[in-house]
């Protein structure tokens, strides 16, 4: 802090004239004076004294020196024969100013140094010059003429400040000029000093050779560092957990202050009114010991009170309520590592009158700013540690922000340590740029030592800490930090705009640290401090300050085993009645064993003469997993989301979990939930239980060649599906099965019974560790078993005309080569007898011109203007009914007349020449247009062949286009082989078959009468929404008018590609029309991530190895395809690259989220072959927008928070659910109403089990609706408390028996306390009393009964002892060693 304090004393300026200060500040002008040499007498008439020169400004309107005045080191004058004397100096000055005025001037004064005796200097004043900077019309001068001489004049510069030397001074009486005397010099703009004007304040001049904080060293020879001036480079750092104690108490230094304040109020006469604190600002900045490098960030700081849980107004009774704490983070980007660099904190207090602050206006007349304390952190001295603790600064000394300081507390102590903190400290946290992506690690300060001054920390780059994310601090106006945490608005609603991680201030109470937590606090920044938050770009995606690095996941997918079901569980699920399922006799088809898989035969598949699979999915009932008593609730109601194969995805209705009447199977951990139905108003269906869905595969759903892709499809893959709980809307698992059971291998039916596991899988940001010495657990992933999902699979084979699905289908189409139309069939008659019918019958337009000319022979009564308008209106109306009136469609009326005849027969006539032409264009396009129809999937390459015929007599070029992206020709005879030998399609191939014109479009050179093969490509990547409901498994609609509703659907979705292949004048010889039909595409995995709204998520998925041999060696080259990746987002930054032979291979996505609680949808699909015919697999994934939470607590200790909640535009009667609810409290628990528009705060108690970084989940759900209106992600920031006493016993597993102990505590306080007992582990420990009563220095013995374990292992147990506010004492440690 040394050299900061140096460069502060020794750069300390004079402002310019105060009435200069007015105003806005107009740019600032850089200059570079270069001082070369002192020719004349000037330079002998004190010999032998040493020169000096020395630069300053003045203001000759204001007669006002300014700035800081420069001094040059000191030469000898020379005299050479012959010559005048002189003295060499060729020194460069640089400076800025903004006061662009004819009237400011630099002043060069020639000193005189001459040393005494006594070995100081004595300075005498030789004569001075004026140099202009700025002309008439205010242009800075330009005075780099080579040679240019400054006129000196007689005395000292002083004299300027004499009322008679008036402006113009050059031309003022009082100024002797001297003779044979001048000052060589150069004046000009310095355009590259403006890299440097944060490092360098206004108006205070520097040499080029002098040091300046953050600035590079000159390169080269001239030593000249703002000739080409260089930056250092930045080092960002982070503050969080600020904290700011005042002495000798927040509330008594506020009292005396305001009473300092009234007194001054007397004296000024201003009295009338009370005055009272409206606020306590923070500015926090970089200085570099000359100026700020950036404007000081203004934050709002809370009293202590105020942020802890709803105590807005309760009396302050501890250290810990007065405090003022900062609940957002600040960002300081700008600093750099250099001794002078420092952190500056200046407090600031806004005083108004109540009686006119009440009026409303924060910024009344009476209310004032006064800066109380002041304080400098330099953060690159000395070793790191964390917290930092500073004292603050106060009285009558300069301070950075060239502000008055409240004095210092009377200093009537002798105490050099209570001296230093008699004005407050200043405590925070810090971090730099390269650890700001971690946890900070949480260092507390020990009971006792809070007042004792720690040595000065230092901002290293290998410090060990690690905060998480960052923001910087806003720039805030008065009025914008008026809110209160009572009173927040919408912009404090933690939307993780820059994904701020919050950290509970640790504030000090009867020797114990106390931890409380908050809500990152970021207001808008409605001013132009902040460059990296922008406050009116509300929906803007911000990064998450995740590492780049990310651990892959590995896409290994579920365990898709399952376990056979015990007799007794058979037992119970056979009474309970579900109902059977049946085969083609109408029998009940009996439960086998799964196929062993070293059976299975393709050959039985394909040689079935039941070609049709009626596949039934049986959901029966739902256990619980033993361990998860101790994780969350069990739901009520679930409800499932999955895809079968090429089917749309399902997502079944709530299902009522309903106890099998108290029975349980022998041995079973927990008894099972059997699935019933529910009905509209909620209550259990009283039809049959279990949910049953069926999906009928046959020739009319798959297309050709498809059934053996149907059967790998269920030999290879496994169906996956996600639970959810139906109140909370929360995921409470996933499961797998495979589906090789559903494969007959020839015999009519098979059903198979499935328990699965039910599991959920986190995606951790730190990669894992390993499970076990066994087991291989994948990167990033935890995975947790909650319970079991009783399934039962069927499969009953149908002949074709015997299967029981929808006839709507259209049958696929059987070849890959399109004809296109031959002439001599649209000439050959066909068989069908047509009846003629007049023009009118088949035209509507003229049917519609003759109505209208009939309506023109109405009575005029008729016509009059409201009547004729009302006809007209309804028209087609009228129309149609004449058309049902006359039977055999329009007829000219009979009782007209002749002349009336002719009028009709003209309109006719008129009619047909105008449409003519139209109609035969149209019959001869209808006659060459060809119809192909496509169904396409997902990623799927559809190829076909145009057959093309040349019907001139002459060779014509052929120009094809296309008027969609999608549909393309093949170019490439690679790719068209590989299509071929694909579809096995049968046809001529041809090298260099195209040419391409200027704009792409391919053309093809056709002899007379020549046919040709033209190969089509047709490939999408884009999922639209709309496809899911394209198909659906037959039970699942129970109206009749399903079928045609899907057929509406699928005309809606049918695109139509036109392709046209025309030659020269673009006269058409051939149309195709091909028409795409989306189908649903077969999903292999699902991912599911939850991630903060509004942020980028980035991750990276391990593919499994392709085509390698076990044992391989690493590096080895051979075998292994090329992986290319498609996404059917273009919005979604997806890539994968190959890292060398044998490395495994990744997925890289960059997944922009929406707001909460929006769901987006994509799908990946991953291709080995280089033209991208067939997918590999297709992975889908789910990414769900959260409105991000950070929380900083202590494993044990309760932690409370408040979150905001916004009404929708209805009143809505909503709960709020959470994922842990052990660990997780929210009150209110039950249902409340949020009223439209409005804003309810809920308030959420954490008190995690274990240390370590985890992710909680709540869910605000719309309980009539069942509808999702919020939803928050808490990323969860746990510290292992301190143990004091670690124990350690030893139990008999398998015994069935369990344990009781007693340990003692005593109570460390001479005061009686109210204590509470929690344990990390309670389904292994409980207590014998949950809380306990002792007397101040008493002892009390703690009775506890450990559970017994049928497993040998050790086991941890912490148990934390809490005084009454749920504080954290101390806590035990019990080791449990299971033998």
Known sequence: MAEWERLFAQSRAVPPHAQRRHGVPEHSVPFQCVLKCLEGSVAVQRSPAELQLRLSLFDAAHRHFFGHTWHSSTRTPCSPPGQPPRVLFNEAVYFHTSLSHPSITAVVEVVAVTPNPEGLSRDVSCGFGLIPLFDSRREPSDLAAKGRALKLYHGTPRALLHPLLQDPLEKNKYMTVMESSHLQYSLKPHLPLEKVFHLLPENLLVSGLQKIPGLLPAQGDTGDAFLKPRLMGTTPCYLDRLCVRLHPSLKEFEEELLEQLSSDRLLKQEAGSTLCVQERRLRVGVHNGLRFV???????????????????????????????????????????????????????????????????????????????????????????????????????HPSPGQTMVYRNPA???????????????????????????????????????????????????????????????????????????????????????????????????????????????????????????????????????????????????????????????????????????????????????PLDPSCYSPQLEELDALKSNEITLQFLAFSRAPQEAMEGTWPRTVFLTFQFYRFPPVTTSRLQLVDMEGERAAGSAAPAQ???????????????????????????????????????YLAEHSLQMDIWDGDSLLLVGSAAVKLKPLLRQGRPAVRTLHELEVATTEYEQDAAAAAGRDVLRPLGVRVAVRGHLHLCLANVGHHCEETPVSPGCPPLSHTHIVPSPDSGHMLTPHADVYRPRRLAEVDPELAAILWRHQLEQIPERLCESHEAAAIQQHEPQCLAVGRQQDGAGWRIPQHRSLQQHMEYMQIVKAHREHTKHRCITQVLRQGMTTTHTLYAMLGTAEFFEFVLRNPYNVQKTVTIEVDHPELSVILDPREWRHFKELTQTATPLEEDMFHLRDDLKPQVYLRPKETVHIPFRYQTFSAEPVVAALLGPVGLSEKEDTRRMQEEQRAVQMRTIQVTFCVSEDKPIALLQVKVEPRPHVVDQTFRFYHPELTFLKKAIRLPPWHTLPGALVGKQGGEPEVRVRCSDPNVICETKTMGPGEPRDVFLKVAGGPSPQIKTFFVAIYTDPWLAAPQCIWQFYLHSLQRLDVSCTAGQLSRLAVPLRGTRTLRRVKAFCSHPHELKVDPADAFILPPNGLVDLFVGVRPRRAGSRFFYLNLVDVECHQLVSSWLLCITCRQPLISKAFEITIPAGSGKGSNKRITYTNPYPTHRLYFLVTSRPDLLQFKEDSFQVAGGEVYTIGLRFAPSQSVGEEEILIHINDHKDKNEETFCVKVIYY
């Open 411 to 593: 200093d009537s102590e002798s105490s050099q340590e209570v001296k230093r903190i008699a004005s407050g400290s200043v405590q925070f946290h810090v971090s730099t740029d390269a650890e700001h992506r971690g946890t900070p690690a949480d260092t507390s300060s020990k009971a006792g030592k809070e007042l004792e001054e720690p040595p000065t920390p230092s901002l290293s780059l290998r410090s060990q800490l690690r905060p998480a994310a960052s923001t910087q601090g806003p720039g805030l106006s008065l009025s914008q930090l008026l809110a209160s945490p009572q009173g927040r608005d919408v912009r404090t609603v933690p939307r993780s705009r820059s994904a701020p991680m919050p950290r509970a201030c640790s504030t000090q109470k009867d020797g114990h640290t106390e931890h409380t937590a908050g809500i990152t606090h970021l207001e808008a920044d409605l001013g132009s401090g902040s460059p990296h938050v922008d406050a009116s770009s509300g929906g803007h995606l911000w990064d998450l300050p995740f590492a780049p690095l990310q651990p892959p996941v590995t896409a290994v997918g579920l365990p898709a085993g399952s376990t056979a079901l015990s007799r007794a569980m058979l037992a119970l699920l056979h009474n309970t009645g579900f109902p059977e399922i049946l085969d083609g006799n109408k029998e009940p088809v009996r439960v086998t064993e």
């Open 294 to 396: 950036q404007p000081p960030q203004v934050v709002v700081l809370q009293p202590a009170s105020r942020v802890a849980w709803g105590q807005s107004t309760s009396p302050i009774d501890s250290a810990a309520g007065q405090a003022l704490l900062l609940r957002s983070r600040l960002q300081l980007s700008e600093m750099v590592a250099h001794p002078a660099f420092g952190v500056c904190f200046q407090l600031e207090y806004v005083i108004c009158a109540v009686a006119k602050a009440a009026a409303g206006s924060a910024l009344g007349p009476a209310a004032a700013m006064h800066t109380v304390r002041w304080a400098l952190w330099s953060p690159f001295l000395g070793a790191t540690s964390s917290p930092v603790l500073l004292p603050l600064r106060g009285g009558a």
């Open 674 to 712: 059997v699935l019933f139905q529910l009905n509209k108003d909620g209550t259990p269906s009283t039809g049959d239980p279990g949910l049953q869905l069926r999906f009928v595969v046959d020739s009319t759903f798959l297309r050709p060649g498809e059934q053996r892709v149907f059967m790998h």
